[in-house]
Structure formats: C-alpha cells, structure tokens
C-alpha cells in the first residue's frame, strides 16, 4: 500500500505534462530573447573585441612626419659687459663672427599625418609644417620621402602635403563626423612625444566644441593625444576618419584625457579646395556679428535670443544688398541660424559668387535680402574694410540722465573719433541713472536705436518714447566705444 501510494503520487497526468512543457519552452524563448537583446546592445554599443584587425588595416596609411627649419642665431648686442669683467672674453667669443655659437641652425619639430590618396596626398595641421624649410614623411614600413606643401588653412590647422612615389600608397577616407555619437569608440594614431608609431583608444566625450576659431567644430576625446600626435587621424570603428588631432587641454603638456580632433566635415571640404585651388576659398558677408542674449531679445521683442545680429556692416556684399547694423539675420540659404559661429560655418561652406537669400529681423519684420557672397578676404584687408556712415549733423543734448550731443569736430578730436563713425556722443551721465547701470559711458557713441540709425537726439527721443509706448521694458542700443561696436540694452524704470 506504501509502495502504491508512492508510485501514485508521482503521476503526471497528461494535461499537467503539457503545460510544464508550454512553461519550458516560455522560459527557453523568454532567455532566448534576452540574449539576443544583449548581444544587439553590445553590437549597437560597437564594443570591440580587439582592436588589433583596425589597427592592420589603416594603419599603413599613417604617417610620421619630421619638419626642419633653419634658425638664425641671436645678435649678441656689443658693450653689455664693462670692459675688464670677468665675463668679457666670454661675451667676445658670442660676438665674434667665426664662433661657431654664431653659425644658422636647423631645428627639428615632429608631427603625424595621414595619407588620402594613392597618388600621395597626406594631410596634417598647418602648425605642424608652418615656416618649415624641409618637410620629411616617415612611413610606417620605415621608407622617407620629401613632401611638398600644396596648401594649408590656418583657421581650422590643416594643411595639405604631396609626395611623389612609383607605386600606389595606401591610404584612408574621411567619414561622416555628424553620425558620429558621444559615447563612440574611436582611435587615434600618430607619433606622440617622438616615440613613433603609437596607438590609442578612447571614446568620444564631447561633441562641436570651439576652442578659438571662428571655424571650429571640434570632437573632444579622452583617446590618448600627446604631443606630436598633431595632425595625425582619429578613426572610427569602420576604419574611416572623422577627426584630425589638434590640441590638448593639459596643464603639463601629456594628455590628461581631454584632447580635440577637427571634424571630418570641416577638414574634407577645405583638403578639396586645397587641391583644387592651393588655397581656401571661403564665402564673405561682409559684416561683423555677434550674439544675443534674452536682455537684447527682450529689447527686440523676440521670443527668445536666436539669430545673430549685425554690429558693423562693410563695403562689400551686404553693404550692396541692403543689411544694416542692427538686423538679426535668423535664416541663410533656407537654414535656420542658431548663433553667430553657426552662422559663420554655413558662410564659409557656401560657393563664393553664389546669390543666397537672408531672412532678418529689422523692426519686428522678417525681411528677405538677397546677397551675392564675395570671397573672405584675410584679416589684414578685413580690418581695413569699414561702412563709411553718412556725416553727423549739429548738437543737441541730454535725455533720461544721459547728455547728448551730435559730434562736433571739436567732440571728435577731443574723443578721438574715428572720422568715418557718425551718431551721438554721450558727454555726460548721471552715474545714479538705469542708464549708467546698464552700461552706458561718457564717451560711447550711440549709432543706432531699436535698430535704427540715429542722427539727432531728437531721433533718439522718439524712438525710446515709442518703445515706451509699445509697452517695453528695455530698448536696444548699439554703440561704439574706443571704436569696437557693442550693443547694451537700456532698461526704463
């Protein structure tokens, strides 16, 4: 009976059988699907098993490079040393024209690059090569060749070498740096501190940094960057280049972990225009800019401070196509303008010669100008191109704590204006007033008023009295002072 009862209560009956087995297979198919979600994650992640198969396939494509310069020796100047010291004869041999001390010598720096064609294209930074009088490229088989500079572009530090060679070299393409994500793997190569060919993996950490140019577009890594690892590539996991190394952020010098690649689409157009031309040739304005921030859209009545507004407009395309200082140029060439070094970028993309159309904001409007773009001249012609303003007309003075007067030649020379800038000089404040607090100074210049042109006080008056009446809070104000423009919002009380 024992035995019986065991043997019964270990029957499974057919019903329970079958949904212990649904259960099985469930939880097989539930596991199933877990590992496979991992494995996408991972997959989706890019985690490498080894970088070593990357490494094989471009790095035949990298290279060193070794720059010469020769450096003229310092001038000793004669009679530092009083006649009979100790250190005379020491001094005598600095001078003396035969010392070998006073003999050129070369001086060496190091860099990387990359090459992009067969045919011996290899691209670094401008500051690798700038002022050198031998450039000597080190391949990864330990071959030398001497290279020539087709052009470079020290804007965004890039330059453009060739070298000749009888067989076909191998080399990399640029890829699409705007897929590329925070959090990516990537890997930089080059020749840090001298010691060759050297490898290094990180991540990106940050995305469009700008570090001093009005081109940047940096992709911060903590990828080892060392020095002499300038010019040299940062791949992404396909093996194509979306960054060319350029700076460090280091307070000793060695990578810390903060180091920035130009974006692959930035670099790519202007190696194109190198080629082509042997220079860059960016689209021009012609206008000085700058940002806004919530006072002066407040002051414009505008939602919130996008756009980029217009401080100084020169002799060139815009001047002829009707922008005046004071417009917020908020679209160029159907794209939206976030800020004043966006607007820059998309400039410097576009075709020189080319007619685009600029949406502004000027007076609460938007206004559609159509501006032909010139050829961005160096910085040397652009500091001479100034907007010639109409004459200023006879004085006036004094409104909300603020004297006024029209310049006068007496107030120009006294003030040490500039005969081409027009408007009204502030003579005196009342350093109680909002308008003192807001930043205005004796000796400003106030050129334009809720973007527009001011002659008389009589005109600045009537523009702050119909802000007023339109219920604002603040006006905008566009001034000049020691000759830099600058725009300061006077709030009313």
Sequence with gaps: MRQAS???????????YIVKTRRLILNLIFLMIIFLLQTKVLSARGVPESFADLVENVGAAVVNITTTTKVEAPVVPRGVVPEGSPFEELFRDFQNPNSPRQRPRNANALGSGFVISSDGF???????????DQITIEFNDGSF??????????????????????????????????????????MAMGNPLGQGFSVSVGIISA?????????????QTDAAINRGNSGGPLF??????????????????????????????????????LKEFGEVRRGWLGVSIGDLNQDMADALGMAEPRGSIVLEVYDGPSKDAGLLASDVIVM???????????????VGDTTVGRTVDVIVLRQGERIKVSVKLGQRPTNKELNAKVATPEPAKPNEDAIDGVGLSEITDTLREEYSVDPAISGLIIVSIDE????????????DIITDVAQKPVNTVKEVAELVSSAKSEGRQSVLLLVRREGQPRFIVLKFN
């Design 6 to 16: 065991i043997a019964k209560s270990t029957q499974v009956s057919p019903v329970e």
């Design 122 to 132: 290899i691209v670094t930074n401008h500051h690798v090569i700038n002022g050198a």
């Design 145 to 186: 060749r001497d290279a020539v500079v087709i052009g470079s572009d020290e804007n965004i530090d890039i330059a453009l070498l060739k070298v000749d060679s009888e067989t076909n070299l191998e080399f990399v393409n640029f890829g699409d740096s705007d897929i590329s994500r925070v959090g990516d793997w990537v």
């Design 207 to 219: 995305r469009n940094r700008e570090l001093a140019g009005n081109y940047d577009d940096y992709i």
């Design 236 to 273: 992404n996991m396909e093996g194509q280049v979306v960054g060319v190394n350029t700076a460090i952020l280091s307070p000793n010098g060695g990578s810390i972990g903060i180091g920035f690649s130009m974006a692959s689409n930035v670099v790519e157009p202007v190696v194109k225009q």
């Design 332 to 346: 160029f060439d159907e794209k939206e303008v976030g800020d004043s070094g966006e607007l820059v970028r998309i």
């Design 432 to 443: 109680a007033s909002s308008a003192y607090e807001n930043g205005l100074r004796k000796g």
